[in-house]
C-alpha cells in the first residue's frame, strides 16, 4: 500500500543508494529518495528509453512506496495530469518525466499554464550526455533551458559517470532536487525544470558477487554506503496585511484563484463581492451573484447611483470584459491590488497601489443602514438584469452541472463560454471550482481533471485507511474502497476543448482510472467566437474560420478510447449526474440527440 505520510520536517540526510551498475540509475534513485523524503508523492511517467534510469530508480524499495507513479501515453496529457495532481495538492507538487527529443515540447502548454497560475511543478527531461550533444545523435536536441522564461528554477545536470555515479555526483543530485522543490513552493510557486543527461547503461546491471537472480532495483533496504544531507528550506512566512482605503463606493472583485480572503475582506465591510466562477470566494452575506449585466449599465452610465470609485481587486480577474475593461479600466475608478508577487495582474495599467495583503480601513464613518440597502441594491439590481436576458440550451446544460456540485465535489470548468455563461446566471456554489485561467488555454482540459480526481482519491484512501486503523484488526488487510466516498470531480467543457484533449481520456489497463464525469455540451463548433467582435463577420467566413463545425461523434470517439458514454440532452443531464458513478465517465449533451451534430 502506498504510504501517504506527510513528515513535518524532512530528515536532515538520505541513505546514498547502494550501486546498481548504472551511474544513471544510481543518480537517479538519490534524487527520487530525496523528492520522496521532502514530500513529493505523485509521478506522471511518458514511456521512453533515455528517461529509463528514472523508471527503474522509481521501483526501488523505498521510493515505490512512498511516490505513486502513473503513466500516460502522450507527453501533453501526462503533463497536465501531473499538473492537476499538483493543483489538488500544490504543497506536495507532482513530477512528469518525459525522454529526450520532440517528447519535452509537448510539455510547453502545461509548463506556460503552471507559470501563469502560479502552480508548483516538477518537470523532469531526460537528455544525452554532452558528448552527443550538437553532433547529430538520434532525438536529441537542444532542450535544456528550454522552459527558463517560464521556470522558477531550470538546471542542466550533467550525467555521472557510466557504471557508478560518485559521491559527489550523488551530492549534486541531491542538493539539485532539493533546490528545484524549494523554488517550486517558495513565495513565487511555479514550474521547475530538471534536465537529466544519462549515459549508457541506461539499465541496472548486476554487480560482481550478486546471484544471478538478484534484482539491484530492489536493494535500498541493504546497508547504505553514506549519507547525503537533505537540504530542507523553511516554508515561506505569510506577508502582513497593509492597510486599504474602503468605503461605500468600493467594491471588491475576486478573479480567478482569489480564494476566500475575497469573500472574507468584502463581508466585513459589507463590501459587494463581484466573484469570477474559479474565484474560490463564491460565498458570503456580500456575494452580487450575476452581475456581470448589471455591472456593463452602471458602468455605462456616469451617473449610476450603484457607479462604484474604488475596486479592491484579489486573485486574477480574465473573464468580464465589463470587469477587465469598464471598471478596471475606467479612470474615475481607484484600483488596489491585493497580491503578494511582482507580477501582479493590472491589465488596464491602472492600478494605484500594490499590497500583499490586505486589510480595510475605512475612511469615513459608516452607516451600516446605509452599507446593507447599497449591497442589497446591487444584489436586486443583477438578478434582475441576468434575468431579463434570454437562456440558451447551452447555459441550461451549464447550470445543471453547477447545481448538482455540492460541497464535496470538484468542477472543473473548460474555457469556453460555458465558464462565461456561468458568471452571468449561476449563483452561489459551495464546490470547490477550478479553471486554468493562467492563459485560459484549451490544452489538457480532462487530462488536468482527471489529476485534480487522482489526487482526491488519494486523499479519500489515505482518510479511509486511517480510519481503518482505529478499527480493531481485521483478519486480512485490505486496501479500502474509496469508490463510493463522498464527492465526485466533474469537468464541464465544450466540445472543441473535449477533441483537443482526447489523448487525456486514455487511461491503461494497469493504470488507476480517475473518478470523473466529463460533461462535454456539443453544439458542433466554437459558440465563442459568435459572442465576440467576430460575430459581425460574414456568415460563411464566422463559420468555417471561427465556429469550426468539427462534424465528430464525440460520444462514440469517448467510447472507442475507453471512457463510459451516455448522450443526454439539457433535460435529461440532471437525472444522468444524480445516477451512482464510477470511473470515467463521458456525457455528451446536445440539444438534439445526433451522431454528428450540426452548429447552432
Known amino acids: 500500500m502506498l504510504e501517504r505520510t506527510s513528515l513535518t520536517t524532512p530528515p536532515a540526510w538520505i541513505d546514498a543508494p547502494v550501486p546498481t551498475g548504472s551511474g544513471a540509475v544510481d543518480q537517479s534513485v538519490a534524487l527520487w529518495s530525496a523528492l520522496a523524503a521532502l514530500g513529493v508523492r505523485e509521478a506522471v511517467i511518458a514511456p521512453g528509453s533515455r528517461s529509463a534510469p528514472l523508471v527503474y530508480a522509481l521501483a526501488v524499495e523505498g521510493n515505490a512506496e512512498r511516490i505513486r507513479a502513473h503513466v500516460r501515453i502522450d507527453e501533453r496529457a501526462a503533463a497536465f495530469t501531473a499538473l492537476g495532481l499538483s493543483r489538488q495538492d500544490p504543497a506536495h507538487p507532482a513530477a512528469v518525466v518525459t525522454t529526450s527529443g520532440t517528447a519535452t515540447a509537448h510539455l510547453h502548454a502545461a509548463v506556460m499554464e503552471a507559470h501563469h497560475s502560479r502552480i508548483p511543478l516538477l518537470v523532469l527531461t531526460a537528455d544525452r550526455p554532452a558528448e552527443l550533444r550538437e553532433v547529430g545523435a538520434n532525438q536529441t536536441t537542444r532542450q535544456a533551458g528550454m522552459f527558463r522564461s517560464l521556470v522558477r528554477l531550470a538546471v542542466d545536470l550533467p550525467a555521472p559517470a557510466a557504471v557508478q555515479a560518485s559521491p559527489l555526483e550523488l551530492r549534486t543530485a541531491v542538493s539539485t532536487a532539493a533546490r528545484a522543490l524549494a523554488a517550486a513552493t517558495a513565495e513565487h510557486p511555479g514550474p521547475v525544470h530538471l534536465n537529466l543527461s544519462f549515459r549508457d547503461p541506461l539499465v541496472p546491471r548486476p554487480q560482481a558477487g550478486d546471484s544471478p537472480d538478484h534484482d539491484s532495483t530492489r536493494s535500498a533496504s541493504e546497508p547504505s554506503r553514506e549519507r547525503i544531507v537533505l537540504t530542507h528550506r523553511a516554508h515561506p512566512v505569510a506577508p502582513a496585511p497593509q492597510p486599504v482605503p474602503v468605503d461605500d463606493r468600493t467594491v471588491v472583485v475576486a478573479g480567478d484563484g482569489a480564494g476566500p480572503s475575497a469573500a472574507e475582506f468584502a463581508a466585513r465591510h459589507q463590501l459587494p463581492l463581484l466573484a469570477e466562477p474559479s ?5 458570503g452575506v456580500s456575494l452580487v451573484p450575476r452581475y456581470p449585466a448589471q455591472l456593463r449599465a452602471v458602468m455605462a452610465d456616469p451617473e449610476h447611483l450603484l457607479r462604484p470609485q474604488r475596486a479592491i481587486v484579489f486573485g486574477h480577474p480574465t473573464l468580464s470584459r465589463p470587469v477587465v475593461g469598464a ?6 475608478v481607484e484600483v488596489i491590488v491585493v497580491d503578494p508577487h511582482l507580477d501582479w495582474p493590472d491589465v488596464a495599467r491602472r492600478a494605484r497601489l500594490v499590497v500583499p495583503a490586505a486589510v480595510g480601513q475605512e475612511t469615513l464613518p ?7 440597502e447599497r449591497l442589497a441594491a446591487w444584489a436586486e439590481a443583477a438578478t434582475a ?11 441550461h446544460a451549464a447550470l445543471a452541472v453547477w447545481e448538482a456540485s455540492g460541497p464535496e465535489d470538484v468542477l472543473v470548468l473548460g474555457s469556453s463560454s460555458l465558464i462565461r455563461d456561468l458568471e452571468q446566471h449561476a449563483g452561489p456554489s459551495a464546490a470547490r471550482v477550478i479553471a486554468n485561467r493562467g492563459l485560459a488555454g484549451i490544452d489538457g482540459t480532462a487530462a488536468m481533471a482527471g489529476g485534480i480526481a487522482l489526487a482526491q482519491q488519494a486523499l479519500q484512501a489515505l482518510q ?5 486503523s482505529a478499527q480493531p484488526a481485521q483478519p486480512a488487510e485490505r486496501a479500502p474502497d474509496t469508490r463510493d466516498a463522498p464527492g465526485r470531480v466533474r469537468a464541464l467543457v465544450g466540445d472543441l476543448t473535449a477533441l483537443h484533449d482526447l489523448t487525456g481520456l486514455i487511461i491503461g489497463p494497469e493504470e488507476e482510472t480517475p473518478e470523473l464525469d466529463l460533461i462535454v455540451v456539443d453544439d458542433g463548433g466554437g459558440r465563442i467566437f459568435s459572442g465576440l467582435e467576430h460575430a459581425a463577420a460574414p456568415p460563411a467566413l464566422l463559420r468555417r474560420f471561427f465556429t469550426t ?8 470517439a469517448a467510447a472507442a478510447l475507453g471512457a463510459t458514454t451516455q448522450q443526454v440532452t439539457p433535460q435529461t443531464l440532471p437525472a444522468a449526474l444524480a445516477e451512482p458513478a464510477h470511473g470515467l465517465r463521458v456525457l455528451v449533451v446536445q440539444e438534439t440527440p445526433s451522431s454528428i451534430p450540426r452548429n447552432s
Open 464 to 468: 479511509a485507511q486511517l480510519a481503518q
Open 385 to 395: 438584469a441576468a434575468a431579463a436576458l434570454p437562456m440558451t440550451w447551452q447555459q
Open 279 to 283: 474565484s474560490g470566494a463564491l460565498h
Open 327 to 332: 471598471l478596471l479600466g475606467a479612470e474615475d
Open 549 to 556: 463545425p468539427h462534424g465528430v461523434d464525440i460520444t462514440a
Open 366 to 372: 459608516v452607516d451600516e443602514t446605509r452599507r446593507t
